[in-house]
């Protein structure tokens, strides 16, 4: 060896540390993986919402834990000892186990239901259409499937007679057979019976399908009439003959209801392979040592409290039974009376969905031979059986209900007690597996017992009563809690059921190295001995691996020839086998517990849904328990899904949801709705009305809440939330009724609080207005019929509020802010430019009056010769307008001629331009309360001048489309919002700028003296309105008033529209009539003072004083009036100085821009309208 192998060497033995670095560096990676996955896990459960967590679907748990082992290791590599005759002889039994198996499978998740199913969701008295022959078509690759199904079954049941004829053949010393003398393979009789009992299902289903049958009948003839032409329907004759060979295949195979007698009867006698089954006596003695073996094991445990799967291995005891008959015709009497007198324990077996069979109607039909060994008697008294069983069952319902439930009881309270760990661990492993099993026997117990009970007053045609009805559904509710119970504990009884399972294995390895050593001690060697030390080494092998049900059934056959030769003591092979039923209920647990609680029988039983239901509300207790009946209901959705007569199966799971549903909103959430509803009512008017004694501790009062208190019920991926249910119903109930009867706006919303109150219903507001008896005019109503509104009503600036000038009544209506922002929420906010639009259009007929009137010859004459007048004289007057021309103006108008009530032509057009500024100020209302309503759904807004573009924001997430068309939606209400609220402060500039062009235009140029004729009027308005003041306190109150500014709306709307405000201030108006009364009031005060000796004339001088005063206040209040009027229509700015500041604008390119071209839009479309 060369020195550079010699270092190499020496230097891989240096121990530097290295594997330890690694081995540390991988264990913190393993920690931070672990410390990463335990946070997403809380994540997770924080994420899940408690009402989520806490609802009882399994689906909504978000992971689920399967604790069933699965092999992945062939049988050939399982079963492999020294001895290879044993190795072939088990390997065999085993492959022929496992297909049976897969069969079983295969006919109940697939064809079971595919036929039992078959016609549902099918409209009666659609059979003369051609459907029955549509759905039959559909369902014929099924049928074809199913014929190789029995076939395939068929071939498997003779494959394993005939292994089975082989083993027992009688010949002994041959060194190629296994000797299997004294041993009994019980385990592949019980699987050739449950081919059997799948054989036997597969006829009583068929059989008992009258629409399949039907509908198997009308599609011969149609197939016949096709025979008779086949050309035309596109068919040649010989295309036709192979479908209708396989139609009459079909036919004799399925339909006829041989499928068990064909296999029974079927020739297992094969002289080419030297099978000679019929003539194998050995074979014969050991049929029917095991029929009577598995005979007592089976039969006593029918009914009992431990029963579990024994009635169903029955049924296939009987096929059994009847092959053993039937292959070698021997009579039996004893143990076929035997057979016959199981009626007593159970006259009829569920065997899927709502099926039943009856064993002595089996035997009766397959043996009638045998019946001839029974007496008349024994005959007679099984139809009498079934009445009487089902008589005794429904009278003792109530007390085996209550003993149920106490069982149920005990067993859970044990359940969530004994998990707490108390005692030594193997203690504990003992009880935990003592109490999965007593679950499993209590939810097979209770299966048993409600199928039966239900099936057979079905197959009796009884219906039964309510009082059974709520029995039975307190039952399905145990089930289904026994179940929950189960999923609650899943991850305790995962750990537990490895645990257990270990256990339990390693009590059968003590138990088979017992045995093993004790063969192993005897020194004499035989082949017997060989096998059965093989056999124990097989076993052993199996149970050192994964509870996988193939390794379990290695474990049944090896034992079935390791308890030859007496390896076992009695005690011992006993203790055995119960440690090994033990651990194949264990292994399997979550498998066995779903058959036991499996309810898909209720889709043929749903008919009682309604009356559970409606007994539950009657009842109101335990309403929490309804949970468990719609979990019964889910079940049923799974076999639905394997229906193969309709296109889609989710039309039938569609169907049968909406039809469950319904029953619950009819039966359950209506009357419920109804008597919240009612007792709200109640609530609200029993102070009002006498209504009966309302005291809980007097008399006895339904508690409603419990029904409110239940969690949302998860059923086919919808979610039934009784709550929100009611809650819908009351708020559109509420806001129904509140748009009738407005003025029970109040009673509704205190039934909303007593609702939160009592019930913790959360109620939406209807935000309708709050309706008085002083709601006064609808808008609609004002808007429709504006020009009777403005000359009925006056108007006052300052409170903003609208006055009945007369009325009938004793009391005036009035219109004020509350009431129009009341009638902008009822209808919505488009109303108020439609309000503009109607007032634009009366607006427009006031003008032509006003336009002529100014047009009058005699008026122009005057106003030009007191316009010429005043600049003539001007510095004289010291630049006011004098007062004694414009009362000249006054009372001369009434030379022109007045009307029959007394009126001149300067009342009339004062009374006109008070309609103008009515007008006027009901835009100013409509625009304040648009304000009003809208302030209380900006304010959600946070910034008006950047709205968020919540569809942007959507698209930039890459959210769903139906996000995106909900955030769009939200979009445009928040611009409609917004475009209200802000528009509302342009509805006087619209107005303005729709009638300005044509106000200043030349061809109006008879209107540019308006603001002379202005002082008359306010002389006109000012005699007016003291003498309607006057009249308040006059017990005739015709034409009183205390409050008409619209006459100064109006005044202060048609300058800015002229642009006069320049020439009416020159005028100085009110200067001059402040000058005037201080003179008069300064002349009566010193007339008084000269004749202060004179009584009459003192009075007199009062009076006028009095007089002045009063006149030159209203001349104020006008004024003040007037100046407020002018600034909502910017008086400070000339026409000129306008269209200067629009320009400067928009050569800035303001941001704010939207709002100005909105209004102009609507002024062009204003104007053009008053153009056409």
């Known amino acids: 060896m060369s020195r550079s192998t010699v270092l190499d060497q020496e230097f891989g033995q240096f121990d530097d540390d290295s594997l330890r670095i690694v081995a540390e560096a991988q264990l913190r990676n393993y920690g931070s993986f672990m410390e990463e996955y335990a946070s997403q896990l809380r994540d997770i459960e924080d994420a899940l919402d408690d009402r989520v967590a806490e609802t009882w679907d399994f689906t909504l748990d978000p992971i689920a834990l399967q604790c069933i082992p ?32 897969t069969l079983k499978y295969e006919a109940e998740t697939k064809f079971y239901p595919a036929v039992l199913f078959y016609g549902e969701g099918v409209k009666a008295g659609s059979d003369s259409d051609g459907d029955a022959q549509i759905l039959m078509g559909r369902m014929i690759s099924t049928l074809q499937e199913l014929y190789c199904f029995v076939t395939r079954c068929y071939d498997v049941a003779k494959n394993t007679v005939q292994q089975l004829s082989a083993l027992h053949c009688g010949v002994k010393n041959s060194s190629s057979m296994l000797d299997v003398t004294q041993v009994h393979f019980l385990p592949m009789f019980e699987h050739l019976a449950e081919l059997l009992k799948i054989l036997i299902t597969l006829d009583e289903v068929i059989g008992g399908h009258t629409i399949l049958k039907e509908h198997w ?171 009487q069983w089902l008589n005794t069952r429904t009278v003792n ?78 039952l399905i509710e145990l089930l289904k809690a026994v179940q929950m119970t189960f999923h609650r504990r899943t991850m305790l009884i995962a750990q537990s059921v490895n645990h257990i399972a270990q256990r339990l294995s390693f009590l059968a390895l003590v138990s088979l190295g017992a045995a093993k050593k004790r063969i192993v001690s005897d020194k004499r060697y035989s082949d017997k001995r060989l096998d059965v030390l093989s056999a124990i080494v097989l076993a052993e092998t199996a149970l050192n691996g994964p509870n996988t049900k193939e390794r379990k059934l290695i474990i049944d056959l090896a034992l079935c020839m390791a308890t030859r030769m007496r390896s076992f003591k009695e005690d011992e092979l006993s203790q055995l086998s119960a440690i090994l039923k033990r651990l194949s209920d264990i292994s399997c647990l979550q498998e066995v517990l779903r058959s036991a609680c499996d309810t898909s029988f209720l889709y043929w039983h749903r008919v009682i849904f309604p009356t559970y239901v409606a007994n539950l509300f009657e009842n109101a207790v335990d309403v929490y328990k309804i949970k468990y009946m719609f979990s019964a209901l889910q079940d049923c959705f799974l076999p639905l899904m394997s229906t193969r007569h309709v296109d889609d199966h989710t039309e039938l799971l569609d169907k049968f949801n909406e039809e469950i549903c319904a029953d619950f909103h009819q039966s359950l959430v209506e009357p419920l709705c109804t008597a919240i509803e009612t007792e709200l009512r109640l609530d609200i008017h029993h102070h009002e009305y006498q209504l009966d004694n309302r005291n809980p501790f007097s008399v006895g009062l339904k508690d409603l809440t419990v029904f409110l208190k239940i969690k949302p019920i998860k059923f086919y991926g919808r979610f039934l939330d009784i709550k929100a249910a009611v809650e819908r119903y009351l708020d559109t109930t509420f806001y129904n009724l509140t748009t009738v009867a407005l003025h029970d706006w109040k009673k509704y919303s205190e039934m909303r609080h007593v609702a939160t109150q009592k ?53 005036l209506n009035t219109i004020n802010i509350r009431h129009v922002a009341n009638s902008i929420r009822t209808h919505g906010t488009g109303i108020m430019n439609t309000t503009v639009n109607f007032t634009f259009q009366f607006l427009k007929q ?33 630049q006011k307008y004098p007062y004694d021309r414009a009362d000249k103006f006054n009372k001369g108008i009434r030379k022109l001629g007045v009307s029959a009530d007394g009126l001149s032509y300067l009342d009339r057009f004062r009374m006109l331009i008070t309609e103008i500024g009515n007008a006027m100020g009901y835009i100013r209302m409509i625009r304040s309360g648009g304000l009003h309503c809208c302030s209380s759904a900006i304010r959600f807004i946070p910034d008006l001048d950047d709205i968020i573009s919540f569809e942007e924001c959507c698209r930039d997430e890459s959210l769903p489309s139906e996000t ?58 000012v005699e007016n309105s003291i003498s309607c003041k006057e009249k308040m306190n006059k017990k005739n109150k015709q034409d009183a008033l205390f409050t008409d500014d619209g006459f100064a709306m109006g005044v202060a709307y048609i300058l800015k529209l002229l642009d006069q405000y320049n020439e009416f201030d020159s005028l100085h108006w009110f200067q001059s009539v402040l000058t005037r009364y201080k003179g008069d009031k300064e ?84 104007t053009a309208a008053g153009k056409s």
Request: proline letters at 2%; hydrophobic letters at 40%; a positive charge.
């Open 70 to 101: 699965y092999e992945q290791t062939s049988l050939l590599s399982l079963i492999c000892t020294d001895n290879k005759v044993f190795n072939k002889v088990i390997t065999v039994l085993s492959a022929l186990c496992c297909e049976i198996n």
């Open 759 to 811: 019930y913790g219903l959360q109620l939406t507001e209807s935000h309708l207005p709050s309706q008085t008896l002083e709601q006064g005019l609808d808008v609609l109503e004002i808007m429709r019929n504006i020009q009777v509104f403005v000359s009925k009503y006056s108007y006052n600036l300052n409170n903003q509020i609208f006055v009945e000038r007369t009325s009938n009544n004793k009391h």
């Open 846 to 878: 006031k003008f032509f009056i006003f336009s002529q009137f100014l047009f009058d010859e005699h008026i122009k004459s005057k106003l030009i010769k007191d316009w010429r007048f005043f600049r003539e004289n001007h510095a004289e007057t010291d």
């Open 964 to 1021: 995106e068309s909900s955030a769009r939606t939200l979009d445009r209400v928040v611009e409609s919002m917004v475009k209200n609220f802000s528009e509302g402060t342009e509805y006087f500039k619209m107005l303005v700028n729709v009638f300005a062009p044509e106000f200043r235009d030349q061809k109006h140029i008879h209107l540019k003296n308006f603001f002379m004729i202005i002082p008359p009027l306010t002389v006109n308005f």
């Open 217 to 387: 009948t009308l599609y011969k003839r149609m197939l016949k009439s096709v025979h008779h032409n086949p050309t035309k329907f596109g068919f040649t004759e010989e295309s036709l003959k192979p479908f209708e060979r396989l139609i009459l295949q079909l036919e004799m195979a399925l339909f006829e209801g041989n499928i068990f007698s064909n296999c029974v009867d079927g020739r297992f006698d094969d002289m080419s392979r030297g099978a000679h089954v019929s003539k194998n006596s050995t074979l014969a003695e050991e049929m029917a040592h095991v029929i009577k073996t598995l005979f007592s094991f089976i039969e006593p445990m029918i009914g009992e409290p431990t029963e579990t799967d024994q009635r169903f291995k029955f049924v296939g005891l009987c096929g059994l039974y009847v092959l053993y008959i039937r292959l070698y015709q021997t009579s039996d009497k004893k143990l076929f009376r035997q057979f016959w007198d199981s009626f007593r324990r159970v006259p009829g077996i569920q065997l899927t969905g709502n099926v039943m069979w009856f064993p002595n109607q089996f035997l009766t039909k397959m043996l009638p031979k045998m019946m001839n060994t029974l007496d008349r008697k024994a005959k007679l008294i099984v139809s009498s059986a079934k009445t």
């Open 1083 to 1166: 002349a009566a005060r010193k007339q008084a003072a000269r004749g202060s000796s004179d009584e009459k004339l003192s009075q007199t001088m009062s009076l006028t004083t009095k007089r002045l005063d009063t006149y030159q206040q209203e001349f104020n209040l006008l004024y003040y009036s007037l100046r407020s009027a002018r600034i909502f229509f910017r008086a400070d700015q000339t026409a000129e100085e306008e269209k200067d500041e629009t320009k400067a604008k928009a050569e800035e390119g303001a941001s704010d821009t939207g709002a100005t071209q909105g209004a102009t839009g609507a002024t062009q479309g204003a």
């Open 397 to 474: 319902l109530l007390k085996d209900a209550q003993t149920m439930k106490a069982r149920a009881n005990v067993w859970m309270i044990q359940m969530e007690s004994h998990f707490q760990s108390s005692g030594t661990v193997l203690e504990n492993l003992d009880k935990r597996c003592l109490l999965f099993r007593q679950g499993l026997f209590i939810a097979r117990s209770i299966n048993h017992m409600v199928t039966s009970i239900m099936n057979m007053h079905m197959y009796e045609n009884r219906a039964m009563t309510k009082s059974l009805v709520i029995q039975l559904c307190g």
